[in-house]
């Protein structure tokens, strides 16, 4: 029988059967489910226990024949206990959470993120390739180097197919043009004049400058934004950890992927996040 998702109430343990560095202190790991699950959404999420040490949101890179797909930046002792897991060994999965990215039909798809934002872009790559109606994708990432982006060979593998449009720069110059995902971001929608939505996933101080970038340009119909970095503990909405001010929308089940209608109502957006004890800091 294929389930719709995976239990909320405790985790199911998942047996690593691939691990590979993918970039600088970032690994990537395929992880076989016990059980049959429709495949996930882009934008969605996991709560990942790593036994004796800690839980904590992931994006999800993949899923295929309940092999989920999943990439883990260094960022804290919970990371570091899973870079430190090896093939065979169990890790404890619930989900999937939240509401996933919404792409229309007929627009010029803008997916920009950098760092571990790159993982749910990854997986809504992929949807919008195995479109039957050909999609015209573009993806701009940022890195401080070359040794930081992740996903660099897949993504330049699909652009020199000509699947997909590959933006690349680093802050250093060492690979694709030297500055901001922004700048290449300015000049497309300052040459386009097809409708645009951009999607965008990794840190929230580069994600609130390309919204305030996306809302000067009319063919920019709407904005999609990954607040999955923000703090949450349960994952399914009981807890309330990871509210959002003023609204009080829950990043776990009202998100984390929030629409530009819904990011303007977001005060907190790009300013600050709350820690596990619920003191205010700045982004």
């Known amino acids: 029988m294929t389930k719709q998702t995976l239990p909320n109430d405790k985790p199911i343990m998942g ?19 016990p059980v049959k699950v429709q495949s996930a959404n882009p934008g969605q999420f996991i709560m990942l226990w790593v ?35 090896e093939v065979g060994d169990l890790v404890g ?16 798809h803008l997916l920009i993120g950098g760092g571990f934002g790159m993982t749910p872009l990854k997986l809504l ?3 919008l390739m195995s479109n039957e109606n050909k999609q015209n994708i573009h993806v701009f990432e940022g890195a401080r180097s070359k040794d930081r982006l992740m996903y660099l060979k897949w993504l330049q593998d699909f652009h020199d197919q000509g699947k997909i449009n590959f933006h690349v ?13 922004t700048v290449d971001l300015e000049m497309f929608l300052q040459e386009s004049e097809t409708p645009s939505v951009i ?5 929230e101080k580069m994600m609130k400058a390309i919204f305030d970038l996306g809302k000067k340009f009319a063919n920019v119909i709407d904005m999609q934004m990954s607040l999955a970095d923000r703090y949450m503990r349960c994952g399914f909405g009981a807890c309330s950890s990871c509210a959002v001010d003023p609204t009080g929308w829950r990043i776990c089940v009202d998100g984390p992927i929030f629409n530009t209608e819904k990011l303007e109502k977001i005060s907190d957006f790009g300013v600050y996040k709350r820690l596990e004890t619920g003191e205010k800091k700045r982004i």
């Open 15 to 33: 047996e690593i059967v691939e691990k590979w560095g993918e970039c600088f202190e970032t690994y990537c790991f395929k992880i076989k489910l």
């Open 51 to 85: 036994p004796g040490e800690d839980e904590y949101p992931v994006g999800i890179a993949g899923l295929k024949d309940s092999i989920l797909e999943v990439g883990i930046a260094k960022m804290g002792p919970g990371t570091e206990a899973m870079h430190k897991k």
């Open 93 to 108: 999965i619930r989900g999937f959470y939240g509401k996933p990215f919404t792409p229309p039909e007929g627009v010029n």
């Open 125 to 127: 790559t992929e949807k």
């Open 169 to 181: 720069c680093t802050d250093d110059g060492s690979y694709g043009y030297q500055g901001f995902p």
């Open 199 to 203: 999607y965008a996933a990794g840190p």
